[in-house]
């Protein structure tokens, strides 16, 4: 009985371990997208997560209000003419609570007087529809550059770029694929803290993940050897018995 109370009480220190460090951890780059017409709102979803970005997505002002007032967004994408509650009064609304984040204002009414009147309420840009997927993505880019300068990571002399998604150790530029983008990004986000692999694991891939594989292993070990192969000090270190954490030291 006593090793079983011992087993039970290990097992939720251990839990409560983990759920602490969960909490503490940051998100990547996150991205509202507040549009109606589904079809659309799937198409700018798919090609921002395709540029790593973290999106959500609301089909018509209330819930794009919900959303903003109760999450913390880098950006919001925001239509005009919704249901519910137009983008205008919506972004009216966001300016009241104080919400500065930048917002780009999209909308198939292009004349002047409607720009001004976006642009008045609050608005940083405005892109009307048709528009190419490139040209979204450029004012996205220039709106994070515009916004915050925690759109660059670093850690010594390791610096990550968030909007062009560039990696580089001093003057080496680091060539990285998508995956290992993402967990450099998660280990810059939370430099100096200790990341279980199931940590890693459920952010990484999703929850969706067998932690029982070392593929968490294979991939910190593909990335400490782009990272610290070009530098004679190590960023990446291995935390034994519990995963990896990213320092200086």
């Keep these: 009985m006593r090793s079983l109370w011992h087993n039970l009480f290990a097992y939720r220190a251990k839990s409560e371990y983990f759920c602490f460090i969960a909490k503490k951890v940051e998100v990547p780059v996150k991205i509202l997208v507040v549009e109606d017409e589904k079809k659309v709102a799937a198409f700018i979803k798919k090609g921002l997560e395709q540029e790593l970005y973290a999106v959500d997505v609301a089909h018509d002002g209330e819930e794009g209000t919900r959303r903003a007032l ?16 137009d983008g205008l009064a919506l972004l009216q609304e966001l300016r009241a609570n104080n919400i500065s984040s930048p917002v780009l204002m999209i909308t198939a009414k292009g004349a002047v007087e409607d720009k001004v009147k976006g642009l008045d309420t609050g608005a940083d840009d405005y892109l009307v529809k048709p528009f190419a997927f490139a040209e979204l993505l450029a004012r996205v880019r220039s709106l994070l550059r515009r916004s915050d300068s925690s759109t660059h990571l670093s850690c010594g002399d390791l610096t990550l770029d968030l909007v062009s998604h560039k990696a580089k150790r001093g003057d080496c530029i680091i060539d990285l694929t998508a995956k290992e983008f993402m967990l450099l990004e998660y280990f810059m986000r939370n430099k100096d803290k200790e990341l279980s692999r199931t940590t890693i694991a459920e952010h990484i891939w999703h929850y969706n993940f067998d932690t029982g594989t070392n593929i968490i292993d294979v991939f910190v070990n593909h990335l400490r050897a782009k990272i610290d192969g070009v530098s004679g000090k190590r960023l990446i270190h291995t935390v034994r018995g519990v995963g990896y954490v990213l320092k200086e030291n």
């Design 70 to 85: 109760s999450q913390q967004y880098d950006l919001l994408i925001l239509d005009i003419l919704m249901p519910k509650k």
